[in-house]
């Protein structure tokens, strides 16, 4: 968004808190599904990225996906935390997309030959995303094994998983994307040599409310 002046950037924050608040207060299926949308979204100006740039370069436009992104992360979360066993299922979405993130760091680093972006980020490649899918799968089944999942529910719970991997993967090129933009390295200054803050959570922002949406639409149709 590019607020320079420090009143900017504390009205933006008081701003995101007050909707992040609210949002507390409506029904979480409606959050989840404009969060869906937005990542589609997101996802389509990755890829058309820097071709359709010219359609979100007004500071507007930005301030507003910033909340789209921050806020629908916040609610999934909070709505995860607050389920049957909420810490547990956390913990699985954590492991889930750090395991994915890591298997692609270093599938990318032994044989990543082929770059998924190179405008946007180009350490991507799809050896790495290939890896993250696998990673995906076998930990979707090793948990299911562990948890005594009925067989019933294991194709779901699978798909889910690999489907919160890649808009995890979105999450992380979106970050990477809006840093191109804006022609900076790193997105903040509070974790020097990590990238800043939002490094260490751009694919959560993605995958929490996408898990959480999966999640409730398998609940109620199983």
């Not at 930005?62 to 916040?74: F, K, Q, T």
């Not at 995303?129 to 719970?157: D, Q």
């Not at 979105?170 to 840093?179: A, C, H, N, R, V």
Request: glycine share 10%; proline share 4%; aromatic share 14%.
């Amino acid at each position: 968004m590019q607020l320079r002046r420090a009143s900017q950037r504390i009205a933006y924050l008081i701003l995101m808190y007050i909707i992040g608040y609210c949002s507390l207060f409506i029904p979480v299926i409606y959050l989840l599904s404009l969060a869906f949308l937005w990542w589609v979204l997101a996802a389509l100006l990755v890829i058309s990225y820097p071709q359709g740039k010219k359609y979100w370069q007004h500071p507007f436009v930005r301030g507003v996906m910033g909340i789209l992104i921050l806020v629908p992360c916040w609610g999934a979360i909070n709505f995860i935390r607050n389920q049957h066993e909420g810490l547990y299922i956390l913990f699985y979405l954590f492991l889930l997309i750090w395991g994915a993130d890591t298997a692609a760091y270093f599938a990318g680093k032994q044989w990543g030959k082929t770059k998924m972006l190179p405008e946007v980020s180009p350490g991507k490649s799809w050896q790495g995303f290939i890896a993250a899918l696998v990673y995906g799968v076998i930990f979707a089944v090793l948990f299911a094994w562990y948890a005594e999942m009925s067989l019933r529910v294991l194709p779901w719970a699978i798909l889910l998983s690999l489907i919160t991997v890649c808009f995890s993967v979105t999450g992380d090129l979106t970050e990477s994307m809006i840093k191109r933009l804006v022609g900076v390295k790193d997105s903040g200054r509070m974790l020097p040599g990590h990238g800043g803050l939002l490094d260490r959570i751009d694919s959560l922002t993605a995958a929490a409310p996408t898990f959480a949406l999966g999640a409730l639409l398998i609940g109620a149709y199983l």
